[in-house]
Structure formats: structure tokens, C-alpha cells
């Protein structure tokens, strides 16, 4: 795994688009997105509901199914992925099972 100087994990670009994405739609439902975009009189009712309702409606399905697109990209960590190949048993001279 790449690690910044720092120690910190590094997130991968996906992980940061999400959550630019998602705090994108958070301010699309406050101000000052919500007043420019949803707060309209015209259209008067989408499937009989109000617009502004509507708004809210349409953002929260698209975080839906941006959270169903980031569970089916969602990559294996190889180290993860190592110890579903290869669990390791404990013995006595590696008591915790931990891997070389």
C-alpha cells in the first residue's frame, strides 16, 4: 500500500471523487445550492409533487445509486484478499497466527 511520508494511508482517487460527490449533494441540499436549484415554484407539481420536494427526492436517488456504483467497484485490499487465500493457523512459536 502507498504511504505518504507522514504514515497517514493514501485514499485512492475513487475514494476521494466520492467524497467530493457526496459533499457536492450535501450543499446541493442547504444553502446555497438548494435556494438557486430547488427552491422554484415553476414546475408546479413533477408526479404531483411539489418541486422543491421533488429536489430532494432526485438527490437523494442519485446518492442511492452513487453508493450502489461504489459497492460494485469496490476493489479487495490485497492484504485482505491474502488472508482469505491463505488464513494462517496459530502455532506454538507464532501464537497469534500472524504471517511473516
Known amino acids: 500500500m502507498n504511504r505518504p511520508a507522514r504514515g497517514r494511508p493514501s485514499r485512492p482517487w475513487g475514494t476521494r471523487l466520492a467524497l467530493l460527490y457526496f459533499a457536492l449533494s450535501t450543499a446541493a441540499l442547504v444553502w446555497p445550492i438548494y ?3 430547488g427552491n422554484h415554484i415553476e414546475p408546479r407539481l413533477v408526479l404531483g409533487l411539489p418541486w422543491s ?3 430532494v427526492l432526485l438527490v437523494i436517488a442519485a446518492n442511492f445509486i452513487a453508493l450502489v456504483v461504489l459497492y460494485r467497484l469496490r476493489v479487495v ?3 485482505e484478499l491474502d488472508e482469505l487465500d491463505s488464513p494462517s493457523q496459530p502455532t506454538p512459536s507464532n501464537p497469534l497466527g500472524e504471517q511473516p
Do not use: K, N, S
Open 77 to 79: 485490499d490485497d492484504r
Open 35 to 37: 435556494p438557486w436549484l
Open 53 to 55: 420536494l421533488t429536489w
